[in-house]
C-alpha cells in the first residue's frame, strides 16, 4: 500500500526480490498471485521508460523538450537541476557519458507529469555533486516515490517510510535507514529477550556468549569489529563513488568487451557494499 505523496524505500538483502517486485509493479513481469491495484489517476513512472527517448539525434535540450513539451527556456532551468548548464544542455545525445544519460532521464522522469516513481539504482554512474541534485529533486518531488538504492544517505534523506523484505513477506518501519535500523534492532531485541525468558525456563544448560560483556551489553571485541566493520563499509562506499565517476566517462564503455568489463566491476562494488552493510545490520541485531 501506497499512499499519495508517500517516499519509501524498499530495502533487503541481495537476492530477495527487490527487483523482481519493481518489475511486477511496473508491468515487465506477469503477478504470479494475489491481485495489483493502481489508484485513479495514478501515472506511474519508471526509470528506464524514457531510454527510446535519449537514442538518436539531437542534444540534451531536444530530448527534455521532445519529453517535457517545455519550452527552451523552462527546459534549460529543469536541466540546470540536473547539473546541464549553458553548453552542457546543448551536448549531443550519441556522446553523452553514463552518467550524463542517467542525469537526463532521471530529469525528464521527474518532471514527466507522473505522480508515482519507482526507481531502481538511480545512483548507478553518479558523481557526487549528481547525486546530491537528485537527492535533492527527489526531495521535492510532491507525488508518491518507491526506491531502491545501495547508497544509505539517499534513502535516508529521502525516504518517510521504510518497507523491508524479509523472510519473504514485507515488514513496514517508519522514517529513513537509521530509524528503520533502530527499529529492527529493537523489535529484534525484544523478541530475543523474550525468547530469552523461554530459554530460561529450559533444563538444559545455557550456552555461553562470549561477545557479551557483563551487563549484557556488546562485549569490547564486538564493538571493535562493529568499527571495523563500519570503516570497511565506509571504504567500500568511497571505492563504489570513485568507480561511478570512472565509468562516468563514455570510453569505460566502448566495445564489447570493454564494456562487459565495466560492467561486472561495478556490480562487484555494488555487492561488496551490499553484503558490508548486510553484515553490519546482522551484527547490529546480533
Known sequence: WLERGEHVALVGGNGTGKTTLISTLVGERELPAGKLRKGHNVQLGYLSQHADELSGDGNVLDAAQRATKLTPGKARALLGQFLFSGDDALKPL??????????????????SGSNVLILDEPTNHLDLDSREALEDALRGF????????HDRALLDAVGSRTVSIEDGALRNYEGGWADFVRERDERRAAEAAAAGKKVAKDPRPKKSKPMKSANGGPSKNAKRAMKDLEKDIEKAERALARLEEELADPAAWEGGER??????????????VDELVERWSNSVAG
Open 94 to 111: 550519441r556522446g553523452l557519458s553514463g552518467g550524463e544519460r542517467q542525469r537526463l532521464s532521471l530529469a525528464i522522469l521527474v518532471h
Open 142 to 149: 510532491g507525488g508518491s516515490l518507491i526506491l531502491v538504492s
Open 259 to 272: 564494456a562487459a568489463d565495466s560492467a561486472k566491476r561495478h556490480e562487484e562494488a555494488k555487492r561488496r
